[in-house]
């Protein structure tokens, strides 16, 4: 069996400790509505597995409320921009094999300025999204 792209097909991870292949990503609103519906029964539990390639800043926020995110940058360089439930906003520069956490609830977004690699582990049940020229943007 051909091992399988990630970043064309990303991983569930749900309860009891399973592991699933997601269809092809295509990036749309649509294909993360999809995502919650099939793997509905999972709850706040599952975690979406995705590596995304970018080279440019994200024009959102995002925020996931029923859980934490991890953010592994694989290559490249980025910035995260965090804000706190205070408002302030907190910035964190990953290189290859650096990490980041957005805890549940935190408002995310981030900058790029060439290509980068990151992985993302994501409690995506509920996630809510907003331009980013609104409220604290960096």
């Known amino acids: 069996m051909p091992g399988i792209d990630i970043s064309k097909h990303p991983i569930h991870l749900g309860r009891g400790a399973q592991a699933s292949v997601e269809p092809e990503f295509t990036g749309s609103m649509q294909w993360y509505a999809d ?3 099939r793997h509905s029964d999972d709850g706040a539990e599952a975690r979406l597995v995705s590596l995304h ?6 024009s959102v926020w995002e925020m ?3 859980g934490a995110e991890v ?3 694989l290559s490249g360089h980025m910035t995260l921009h965090q804000e706190g439930q ?3 906003v ?3 520069d990953l290189g290859p094999g650096e ?3 957005n805890a549940a609830g935190t408002w995310h977004t981030a900058d790029a300025q060439a290509e980068v690699s990151a992985l993302f582990i994501t409690a995506g049940v509920g996630t809510e999204h907003r331009p980013r020229d609104s409220a604290a943007a960096p």
């Open 53 to 58: 390639r970018f080279s440019e800043s994200w």
């Open 86 to 88: 205070d408002g302030t």
């Open 64 to 66: 996931h409320p029923h």
């Open 35 to 37: 995502y919650v519906a």
């Open 90 to 92: 907190q910035r964190v």
């Open 99 to 101: 990490y980041a956490i």
């Open 71 to 73: 953010v592994l940058c």
